[in-house]
């Protein structure tokens, strides 16, 4: 399924038949505020399953990073002191992953995982995405096969690439090729393991 959507305003009846999918367990490709991402329910077993599938990953040794729809939904899924959230309210929403001790009230899937990745990307269409579906979105960057492009930022050539591999593909513009920039917060002092886009504030 291919579906497109205005980043300003996002068609709610559009974000309904997508929200849909990701309760059935289905798989989408969405823009964010760096690369497009591909995601699922993050707390349906079946599309968290897809996932790690469709990535060739180990639940149990992938980094898990969830989309929340605002810093309020952060401290459901991870644990946040005073000094973290201040570096949360300066840099979010923004094209950030920050790393931070999971809470447990991650499901059973994710009970090995001691870290959580936690993004509030500045883009509305997946933003409203995770805020009508009423949980995260796991979420995992889209890699390009090319050696000399990391990452696609075509929707229609993306759909091309996927059609067969995910239950709906969003496009929502032209894509970043840069990703998002990766703090570790579970020190006592912020520490970027990856520097992507995103100038942090501190």
Do not use: M, W
């Given at each position: 399924m291919y579906i497109r959507l205005y980043t300003k305003d996002p068609n709610p009846k559009e974000i309904e038949r997508v929200v849909t999918i990701l309760k059935n367990g289905g798989v989408i490709i969405y823009p964010t505020d760096s690369v497009y991402a591909i995601g699922c329910d993050a707390l349906?077993?079946?599309?968290?399953?897809?996932?790690?599938?469709?990535?060739?990953?180990?639940?149990?040794?992938?980094?898990?990073?969830?989309?929340?729809?605002?810093?309020?939904?952060?401290?459901?899924?991870?644990?946040?002191?005073?000094?973290?959230?201040?570096?949360?309210?300066?840099?979010?929403?923004?094209?950030?992953?920050?790393?931070?001790?999971?809470?447990?009230?991650?499901?059973?899937?994710?009970?090995?995982?001691?870290?959580?990745?936690?993004?509030?990307?500045?883009?509305?269409?997946?933003?409203?995405?995770?805020?009508?579906?009423?949980?995260?979105?796991?979420?995992?960057?889209?890699?390009?096969?090319?050696?000399?492009?990391?990452?696609?930022?075509?929707?229609?050539?993306?759909?091309?690439?996927?059609e067969n591999q995910v239950d709906a593909v969003i496009d929502g513009g032209y894509g970043n090729n840069q990703p998002t920039t990766v703090v570790d917060l579970t020190g006592g002092e912020p520490e970027i393991i990856r520097q992507g886009i995103g100038e942090l504030l501190l």
């Open positions: 349906n077993v079946r599309g968290v399953e897809k996932i790690y599938k469709h990535r060739g990953l180990e639940a149990k040794k992938a980094l898990l990073s969830i989309i929340c729809s605002d810093l309020s939904n952060i401290s459901q899924f991870a644990r946040v002191d005073n000094s973290q959230f201040k570096i949360l309210k300066k840099n979010l929403p923004g094209p950030f992953t920050f790393i931070l001790e999971a809470s447990s009230n991650l499901p059973k899937l994710y009970k090995t995982r001691k870290t959580v990745g936690i993004r509030v990307p500045d883009n509305d269409i997946i933003r409203a995405i995770v805020k009508e579906l009423g949980n995260p979105v796991l979420t995992a960057s889209i890699k390009d096969e090319d050696n000399i492009v990391e990452y696609t930022t075509d929707p229609e050539l993306i759909y091309e690439i996927y």
